[in-house]
């Protein structure tokens, strides 16, 4: 609550942080993982909850527990717009108010005492959105605010969402491995960083034989790929010609790309949060720029053929890099950083200030999705 003094567990981290940074938007499903007539289970942020569609077919989020009898309300029932308990029945509206207590034939004071903790719930762009937190003390900023402005222009953009991941480790260690440099290394066998193309008599350089130029740019510092002369080798990472940052509060980082040479460019993003302290829920989707039917049906190739079987390779190595550290305070402890993570020091000063502004000053650090990178 506010006035409290927050304790840090290791440099930049507060207690808590390891668990997530509540009062903002999160996208905790994707439109088709949530049908239209059962609720569905998830955790975020440490906490169990209960998603549902109303008669209106809008989204619904509540705390996972029936506060009669303490069963999960996820594995209940959806009647006439209302989550109804599994085992005595009791039934709770969107706004976690009780609607209904079979044995009762009125309103009575327990229909009032029995409410659940609801959260504010949106869909847009494919995606369920909840408000995590307490919209009373910090009010949810609109929605549209906080999103990448693809999802608000079907027209100008096409869109592709890859399925959620679970990783095992902490979302912080998730978050400082989409740094602007690990690529040409982590990578090196699936995404276009080093991938030239493998044809007899191929001029490709070796592992061995590369090495990392950093580049300071105007969406961060970026690693790109050289052999032992100094020549870049083509990584498909840009370097000018973006505009915005590359993260974004709560935990969205955006990553603009070639796919190949004289493709169309398109970003990554990438929400990485906390389903609790030792796991992280990874959404991503790709965009590219596309107003006519023959830039969508190109985009749509380039996904198909070339950036999806990347990604989905991409995101298996960087979850292992992720859970190769361990835990999260013992990394922290014993790492020696580099020139080269100014910008992943430059993020963990953010959470951290974010999540003690809110604990020791009640102010919640508004950082909108519109300041994030995209190619020009």
Same mark, same amino acid.
């Given at each position: ?12 981290? +507060? ?11 999160? &996208? ?13 289970? #998830? ?21 996972? /527990? ?24 009791? /039934? !709770? ?26 959260? +504010?719930?949106?869909? #847009? ?13 910090? &009010?949810? *900023? ?5 999103? &990448?402005?693809? #999802?608000l222009k079907p027209d100008e953009f096409i869109c592709f969402r890859l399925p959620t991941s679970t990783w095992n480790a902490n979302w912080l260690l998730a978050i400082d ?8 290394? =982590? ?12 044809? *007899?008599?191929?001029?490709?350089? *070796? =592992? ?5 130029? $950093? ?31 590359? !993260?974004? #509060? ?8 070639? &796919?190949?040479?004289?493709?169309? +460019? ?36 380039? !996904?198909?053929?070339?950036?999806? +079987?990347? =990604? ?42 974010? !999540? ?8 919640? $650090? ?11």
């Amino acid at each position: 609550m506010s006035g409290t003094v927050v304790k840090e567990l290791v440099q930049l981290i +507060p207690e808590g942080l390891p668990s997530g940074l509540r009062n903002y938007w999160y &996208p905790i499903l994707q439109s088709e993982e949530l049908p239209a007539d059962k609720p569905v289970g #998830l955790k975020v942020l440490g906490e169990k909850l209960a998603a549902w569609r109303g008669a209106d077919g809008r989204p619904n989020v509540v705390r996972d /527990r029936c506060p009669h009898r303490s069963i999960r309300l996820s594995v209940g029932r959806v009647m006439d717009g209302d989550l109804q308990c599994l085992m005595h029945g009791l /039934r !709770f509206d969107g706004e976690g108010r009780c609607t209904l207590i079979p044995w009762e034939t009125a309103h009575t004071p327990h229909h009032d005492r029995l409410a659940v903790p609801a959260y +504010p719930a949106r869909e #847009l762009g494919g995606y369920i959105w909840a408000y995590l937190g307490d919209p009373v003390r910090f &009010p949810p *900023p609109p929605l549209e605010t906080q999103v &990448p402005e693809e #999802l608000l222009k079907p027209d100008e953009f096409i869109c592709f969402r890859l399925p959620t991941s679970t990783w095992n480790a902490n979302w912080l260690l998730a978050i400082d491995g989409s740094d602007g440099f690990h690529a040409v290394v =982590l990578h090196t066998d699936s995404q276009a960083v080093h991938r030239a193309e493998r044809k *007899p008599g191929s001029n490709e350089v *070796p =592992l061995e034989d590369r090495r990392i130029k $950093i580049i300071r740019t105007s969406h961060g510092v970026r690693g790109v790929s050289v052999d032992l002369e100094g020549k870049p080798i083509n990584h498909g990472h840009f370097t000018v010609d973006v505009k915005g940052q590359r !993260f974004c #509060l709560p935990c969205l980082t955006t990553n603009p790309i070639v &796919p190949a040479p004289g493709a169309a +460019p398109y970003a990554s993003r990438l929400w990485q949060f906390p389903q609790d302290a030792q796991h992280t829920t990874v959404v991503r989707f790709l965009s590219w720029r596309a107003r006519t039917e023959a830039e969508r049906a190109a985009a749509t190739r380039l !996904f198909n053929e070339v950036a999806l +079987p990347r =990604l989905e390779l991409v995101n298996t190595e960087d979850a292992f890099a992720a859970e190769a550290q361990g835990d999260l305070i013992e990394a922290r402890s014993r790492e020696y950083l580099l020139a080269p993570d100014e910008d992943v020091i430059k993020v963990r000063r953010l959470l951290r200030t974010a !999540f003690v502004s809110q604990a020791e000053h009640g102010e919640r $650090i508004d950082n909108p999705a519109g300041s994030l990178a995209y190619p020009v």
